[in-house]
């Protein structure tokens, strides 16, 4: 069955660092990946999305994500954080042939100024 | 495009009464999700329509829950009667067909 780790539930780091959070899949093909975002009070957001093709995916807000084949992840970086990025974080991936996803428990992120 | 439309956004009501969360899914998406997210159990799917047909209700808590898709443009998701357990926040997202899911604002359910 399909699943999805975040192994990080909160993190912390100041504004301007590099930030990486970490995702890994488990499926049998090649997965449909995807990263989410919820600021609080809101619903959640399409960050970016791999299908196939180049390895590294760029999304919205500065974001980017690499799947590795090798390492069944698609982790997610940013170069240099801004306070506004402040929120939670989801991976999903697509279960297979129907049109669910399975997401992960999120990643909550805390910037300090 | 307004994107996917929820109401109401905020639902307060009491023990056993009957609460319809509505939404709006995106024009010419053929697949709709109802989902729950809580604090202890995080992010639930309940139940998803695809062409307006329910395909996995396997995620529906139980017989007080019901969710219908009478057309392609409104959806509702009804509780009778509802227990405090249900307070949470009901997302509703639609996708057109390659898995991305694009999200409502979701609505916050209390029952006292």
């Known amino acids: 069955a399909q699943s999805v780790t975040q192994p990080d539930i909160h993190i912390t780091v100041s504004e301007g660092a590099s930030l990486e959070l970490r995702c890994n899949y488990s499926?049998?093909?090649?997965?449909?990946l995807f990263w989410y975002v919820q600021s609080p009070g809101q619903g959640l957001q399409l960050l970016l999305k791999?299908?196939?093709?180049?390895?590294l995916v760029q999304g919205i807000k500065g974001f980017e994500a690499e799947f590795k084949r090798s390492q069944s992840s698609f982790n997610l970086r940013k170069p240099s954080v801004h306070w506004s990025d402040a929120a939670e974080y989801f991976c999903?991936?697509?279960?297979?042939?129907?049109?669910?996803?399975?997401f992960g428990t999120g990643t909550r992120l805390q910037v300090f100024p | 495009d307004a994107g996917v439309i929820q109401s109401p956004r905020h639902e307060v009501t009491e023990m056993g009464q009957e609460v319809t969360l509505r939404c709006k899914p995106i024009?010419?998406?053929?697949?709709l999700f109802w989902y729950r997210q809580t604090m202890m159990r995080g992010l639930e799917l309940l139940i998803y329509?695809?062409?307006?047909?329910?395909?996995?209700d396997s995620g529906m808590p139980e017989d007080r829950f019901s969710a219908k898709m009478p057309n392609a443009s409104f959806s509702t998701l009804k509780i009778q009667p509802s227990e405090p357990r249900d307070s949470a926040v009901y997302f509703c997202?639609?996708?057109?067909?390659?898995?991305?899911?694009?999200f409502g604002p979701g609505t916050r359910l209390t029952v006292t």
């Open positions: 999903a991936v697509g279960a297979g042939n129907t049109d669910k996803l399975i």
């Open positions: 329509f695809n062409n307006n047909v329910p395909i996995d």
């Open positions: 997202a639609s996708s057109p067909g390659t898995s991305e899911q694009y």
């Open positions: 024009s010419g998406h053929d697949y």
């Open positions: 499926y049998g093909a090649t997965p449909y």
């Open positions: 791999y299908f196939s093709g180049d390895t």
